[in-house]
């Protein structure tokens, strides 16, 4: 019997929005001094429950705005969910917002190290799988250059070279099948499948109900912060296709 990887208990995440905009610090600060700021409450996530087993391939569902990048980042330690739980059993590669730890004075190669930091990796290890890191981003003689000077594709394949170097028993995905251009992502998707054959537990957030049915085998459906449907991929796909036909 395969164990329970992940457990969501009644995750709720709550913003604080500002009610009305602040042009620039000087303004921010006098409103503050006179306690005129004023702040509206937003739950992203109400009340999300949910448990996953080793290998399963949950795909999240939901229009912009439903709650998906938020129950990603909580899942993957990010953000803190304002009540609920989070349990995990196993290493995670979260796969999110790829180079967004990068510090862009700082060069491919020293990100490599600063954002290897960030995903828990030792220097020792970064250090050994250092020229795998490299030669997978393709961006031979580039990694010496400050990330400054990088295209967003050049950033997205050294962030994605970095997160997968490890195999993780728990994989996140955000829409990261789209990174760089059309060589690389056959060259990232075939990477991620190789994962996949191993058994890998996988949560998938994207828009295509066709990457979602073909990689995933569960799959739950969010609307406006609440979890709407959980079950076989092909059921809450149709849920899904009929929210947004309707």
């Not at 409450?41 to 912009?64: C, H, M, V």
């Not at 994605?160 to 170097?165: E, M, Q, V």
Request: proline share 2%; with cysteine.
């Amino acid at each position: 019997m395969k164990k329970e990887i992940l457990r969501v208990d009644n995750v709720s995440m709550k913003f604080n929005l500002m009610e009305k905009k602040v042009d620039d610090l000087k303004d921010y600060v006098i409103k503050m001094i006179k306690r005129e700021l004023r702040y509206q409450e937003f739950w992203a996530l109400r009340d999300i429950s949910f448990r996953l087993k080793e290998g399963e391939r949950l795909g999240i569902l939901g229009l912009n705005g439903a709650g998906k990048s938020t129950l990603l980042k909580i899942i993957s330690g990010v953000l803190k969910a304002t009540e609920g739980n989070v349990t995990v059993r196993g290493k995670i590669a979260p796969l999110l917002e790829l180079g967004a730890g990068f510090d862009l004075q700082y060069t491919g190669a020293e990100n490599i190290y600063l954002y290897g930091a960030v995903l828990g990796f030792s220097r020792e290890f970064l250090r050994e799988k250092y020229d795998e890191i490299v030669e997978f981003s393709e961006l031979g003689d580039f990694i010496d250059v400050p990330v400054k000077n990088y295209s967003s594709g050049m950033k997205a394949r050294l962030g994605f070279s970095i997160a997968t170097i490890v195999e993780p028993e728990i994989l996140i995905l955000d829409e990261v099948l789209s990174v760089g251009d059309a060589k690389f992502r056959k060259k990232s998707e075939k990477k991620i499948k190789s994962m996949f054959d191993k058994g890998i537990t996988v949560l998938f957030v994207s828009h295509s109900i066709d990457q979602v049915r073909s990689l995933c085998d569960r799959a739950i459906l969010l609307e406006q912060g609440r979890l709407l449907a959980d079950g076989p991929v092909e059921e809450v796909c149709k849920i899904y296709e009929e929210k947004i036909n309707s």
